[in-house]
Antibody, heavy 126, light 110 residues
Framework: QVQLQESGPGLVKPSETLSLTCTVS?????????WGWIRQPPGKGLEWIGS???????YYNPSLNSRVTISVDTSKNQFSLKLGSVTAADTAVYYC???????????????????WGQGTLVTVSS | QSVLTQPPSVSAAPGQKVTMSCSGS????????VSWYQQLPGAVPKLLIY???KRPSGIPDRFSGSKSGTSATLGITGLQTGDEADYYC???????????FGGGTKLTVL
């Protein structure tokens, strides 16, 4: 059973950088898949932040693109999220997840998240 | 406002069947596969359906998914009080180049 666990500060000051790490167990990131970050503001829905492949290829949500960096450390079986210039609007539960699926023919893509971390609440406040 | 539109809430009695919709466009649902997630109160989202209508191991066949055109539907039969949760649809949007989710539907089992 693949397990993911987020770690990082639960409180970040406005204008600073939010940094989180996801540690993966029972599966080697080097073996494949993309690995993603998703967040959920309190009482609201899910928002995809971005994903990274085991080889380091990344793609980000354009709405956050200029502030987001996702990196992978296969030696530690971890991947990380950095979100810069945070505001109160970035307060959310942040989940890491394994992204499965892929190209399904023609113009079709089938992306979904099959394993999720427990989530970590990050509050942006001074 | 979400790219995918879901009704805010649905309700049904125990033992009954319920369906909930997820409406999109030609650049997302119309072109790509849909997944569905169940989020029980205070819990982590859980994959229910992927590739429009496939169930991961361990998901009972009471849960089903379908897609037609630019809309997708999640069906749940034999409703149980334990099914009370928020349900989210998700897919890839080829125009925006982003994974998109619906705003979620809250299921109440009366």
């Amino acid at each position: 059973q693949v397990q993911l666990q987020e770690s990082g500060p639960g409180l970040v000051k406005p204008s600073e950088t939010l940094s989180l790490t996801c540690t993966v167990s029972s599966y080697s990131i080097s073996s494949g898949y993309y690995w993603g970050w998703i967040r959920q503001p309190p009482g609201k829905g899910l928002e995809w932040i971005g994903s990274i492949s085991h080889g380091g290829s990344t793609y980000y949500n354009p709405s956050l693109n200029s502030r987001v960096t996702i990196s992978v450390d296969t030696s530690k079986n971890q991947f990380s999220l950095k979100l810069g210039s945070v505001t109160a609007a970035d307060t959310a539960v942040y989940y890491c997840a394994r992204q499965a699926g892929g190209y399904c023919g023609g113009d079709c893509y089938a992306y979904y998240f099959d394993y999720w971390g427990q989530g970590t609440l990050v509050t942006v406040s001074s | 406002q979400s790219v995918l539109t879901q009704p805010p809430s649905v309700s049904a009695a125990p033992g009954q069947k319920v369906t909930m919709s997820c409406s999109g466009s030609s650049s997302n649902i119309g072109k790509n596969y849909v997944s569905w997630y169940q989020q029980l109160p205070g819990a982590v989202p859980k994959l229910l359906i992927y590739d429009n209508n496939k169930r991961p191991s361990g998901i009972p066949d009471r849960f089903s998914g379908s897609k037609s055109g630019t809309s997708a539907t999640l069906g749940i039969t034999g409703l149980q009080t334990g099914d009370e949760a928020d349900y989210y649809c998700g897919t890839w949007d080829s125009s925006l180049s982003v994974v998109v989710f619906g705003g979620g539907t809250k299921l109440t089992v009366l």
